[in-house]
């Protein structure tokens, strides 16, 4: 059976309530600069002493360190500022797609240090093709020793604990125990996620969740799904497989989806079935053919994405009452057509959502094609820094 190792000192992970605060202070200076510890525990109402331990633990880590004498701004009694220092450690993201792998290197603070596109064929020695990419990635670097951890994203369920992929139908594995091969041939902590889980988890760490924590993370891309944050924390549901919001029964009638039952939420909004029932479809119907029809007022493209705005709106607003959390976080490919169906969207939230459960705040995010690995790197950074979890596939 596969277990988190934690019989090494070092390797200890964070205690479950030192995890936020080391979490708040990490994201505060990484978006705020230099600040005092005074200020700190000002900024994020934490008590001086929990600060003052935090700080010194990071010290330790060589994450964070008293800015040099002589820049401390102000008069007075000297309060000598910490700041962040970003290439303490380096994560790199993988994004996995069944023709290629998107990499990245990912500093402390969030910051992308480099990014590429290399070719991959998942049923070819993967784990001998990931080590090599990561190990190409390592090399490029002025400082590869930096690097504490890989994080991978795939599309699929994943168990997070052993880092073994359960099923992914895109790239066809099953049973994959992908994090310890690929931890063995490189001797690094090497995290592997479902790709919206992996999302949802940087956000905890280094977006959304440093002022909310509870939030959904909608994610409209081939698959519709969605990732639950609660208390700061992912829900994976047993068997890791709580995503599948897509499979919400929208239309009993409706026509046939993949899973094999009727009218999914899948069937509208997923990406391929969304272009292939646009108006007027053509075989190469892409986002931006649509995108452009839609921008006629008044056009059935229009009209159409209205529709199906509102009717991701309503199973939203549905899951909204049901969990009680009305910060929302909109991502995936799809988003490309936001403007088109945003109204349908928003007016299918206001007509389901309980008053008391407003406002809701809705973020969309820019998708770009590094955002799989971008997240994957952020899972890695929250799981091996904040969290301070180390051999999860051992
Ligand atoms: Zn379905």
């Not at 499979?247 to 989806?257: F, I, K, L, Q, T």
């Not at 053509?282 to 493209?301: F, H, M, Q, W, Y």
């Not at 976080?329 to 309980?354: D, K, S």
């Amino acid at each position: 059976m596969l277990h988190i190792s934690n019989t090494r000192q070092r390797h200890r992970p964070t205690p479950a309530s030192e995890v936020v605060s080391r979490a708040e202070i990490l994201g505060l200076l990484a978006e705020r600069g230099p600040l005092s510890r005074g200020e700190i525990a000002k900024q994020l109402g934490l008590g001086a002493a929990t600060v003052t331990a935090q700080v010194r633990n990071l010290m330790a880590e060589g994450m964070v360190r008293d800015l040099p004498a002589g820049q401390s701004a102000g008069a007075g009694r000297p309060k000598v500022p910490v700041q962040l220092v970003p290439d303490a450690a380096v994560v790199i993201g993988l994004g996995i797609t069944p023709r290629s792998v998107v990499v990245v290197s990912m500093l402390l603070d969030g910051e992308i240090l480099a990014s590429d596109v290399v070719p991959f064929s998942p049923d070819k020695d993967p784990v001998g093709q990931l080590a090599a990419v990561v190990t190409r990635q390592m090399q490029d670097m002025a400082h590869p020793g930096r690097t504490v951890a890989v994080g991978i994203s795939v599309s699929g369920a994943v168990d997070e604990n052993s880092s073994t992929v359960i099923i992914s139908a895109t790239l066809n594995w099953e049973n994959f125990d992908l994090g310890q091969q690929l931890q063995q041939a490189l001797d690094l902590p090497v995290f592997v996620s479902n790709d919206l889980f992996a999302l949802a988890t940087r956000e905890i760490s280094f977006g959304l969740g440093r002022r909310h924590d509870d939030f959904l993370l909608l994610g409209l891309g081939p698959g519709v799904g969605m990732g639950i944050v609660n208390r700061r924390s992912v829900f994976y549901g047993p068997g890791g497989a709580s995503t599948e919001f897509g499979h919400m029964s929208v239309d009993p009638e409706g026509p046939r989806c993949v899973c094999g039952n009727r009218g999914c939420l899948q069937v509208y909004a997923g990406l391929k079935e969304l272009l292939a029932a646009a108006p007027d479809p053509t075989p190469e119907t892409t986002l931006d053919d649509l995108s452009a029809r839609a921008s006629v007022p008044g056009s059935p493209a229009s009209s159409y994405l209205d529709r199906t705005g509102r009717m991701l709106g309503r199973s939203l607003g549905g899951t909204v009452n049901l969990l009680g959390i009305s910060t929302i976080i909109v991502t995936g490919e799809t988003t490309a057509l936001w403007e088109h169906l945003r109204n349908g969207f928003e007016q299918g939230l206001q007509e389901t959502v309980l008053r008391f459960h407003h406002p809701l705040t809705i973020t969309v995010r820019e998708w770009t094609e590094a955002e799989g690995a971008i997240g994957a790197a952020g899972m890695a950074l929250h799981n091996a820094v904040v969290l301070n979890r180390s051999d999860p596939a051992s």
